[in-house]
């Protein structure tokens, strides 16, 4: 008896991630990519809007299956950056998430995220973030990363030779239990690779590739097989110096292969503020 309560508990925990609109997403990964540090007192601010929508979902065997009704979603993020020192900021990115799977839809706050990054070597040529999952975000909702607390460490480097720039992060992940959904994900981990070229001095365009993958969960403490959740996406994207302070970016994602998580398409546009000294 005590077996089939298990996996009748097991089952439903792991409907309930699978229910989530698992988006090719990730607010910190998309976010903070800059290795560069300013000097002490800079400051940025910023706010984006998203929208994503899917017809179809890669399955465990990384195959499409269609769903039927299209899943769609928006998310308003807004961050800002401080530089505590000329070698080390602190940052915050607060979303606000909509998803609608076509029969469902659901609104509210996603996972807060609060970190740091402190330049190893000057000149954006070796940075290293720390950051804390705030599980803020309603699980059962998808309007949250899955699992509760979360712990997210980074290493990056950028550079730029005259008009062609390059940018680079590796990092692992771990989340603990979600209390809601009894959910917990495995190790996760990410690459993310841009190239990017100053078309004019105002209007900088890049491409991009994030690989992530997030190992087999746990349901209230028992292993899911065939739960690891992956993705592999392209970003086409550019934006505009309105002023020196001012700017805005357009940024287009496509899901190119993945596991547990739906082929969808993203566009945003991002308004950012920068005052330095």
């Known amino acids: 008896m005590r077996k089939i309560m298990v996996l009748t508990l097991s089952m439903l925990c792991a409907l309930v991630v699978y229910s989530s609109a698992v988006f090719a997403w990730d607010d910190l990964i998309y976010i903070d990519r800059h290795a560069k540090i300013g000097a ?10 998203r929208y994503s929508t899917a017809g179809d979902r890669y399955d465990k065997d990384s195959k499409k299956q269609n769903l ?3 899943t769609t979603g928006f998310r308003v993020p807004l961050w800002g950056r401080y530089n505590i020192i000329d070698n080390l900021d602190a940052f915050a990115i607060l979303p606000v998430v909509s998803v609608d799977d076509g029969v469902n839809s659901e609104s509210g706050i996603g996972d807060i995220w609060l970190g740091a ?14 950051a804390l999952d705030i599980p803020s975000g309603d699980d059962k909702k998808g309007l949250g990363n899955v ?10 480097t950028e ?19 979600d209390g809601d959904t009894k959910w917990k994900p495995g190790i996760g981990f990410y690459i993310q690779g841009r190239t990017g070229y100053d078309i004019t001095d105002r209007f900088p365009g890049w491409v991009s590739l994030t690989y992530f993958n997030q190992g087999d969960g746990e349901a209230d403490g028992s292993k899911m097989s065939n ?12 934006s505009y110096k309105i002023t020196n302070e001012l700017w805005v970016s357009v940024p287009l994602q496509y899901t190119l292969t993945g596991t547990n998580t739906m082929a969808d398409l993203g566009i945003g546009v991002v308004v950012g503020y920068y005052l330095g000294k």
């Open 40 to 49: 002490q007192g800079d400051m940025l601010g910023a706010l984006g809007i």
């Open 117 to 130: 990054k402190y330049a190893i070597m000057p000149g954006g040529t070796l940075t290293v973030r720390g």
């Open 227 to 238: 739960s690891l959740v992956n993705w592999l996406e392209v970003e086409v994207g550019g």
């Open 68 to 70: 039927g009704d299209n």
């Open 159 to 177: 550079q730029k030779i005259e008009k062609l720039s390059v940018f680079a992060q590796l990092g692992v992940r771990y989340n603990g239990e």
């Open 147 to 156: 699992g509760g607390f979360g712990i997210d460490i980074a290493a990056m």
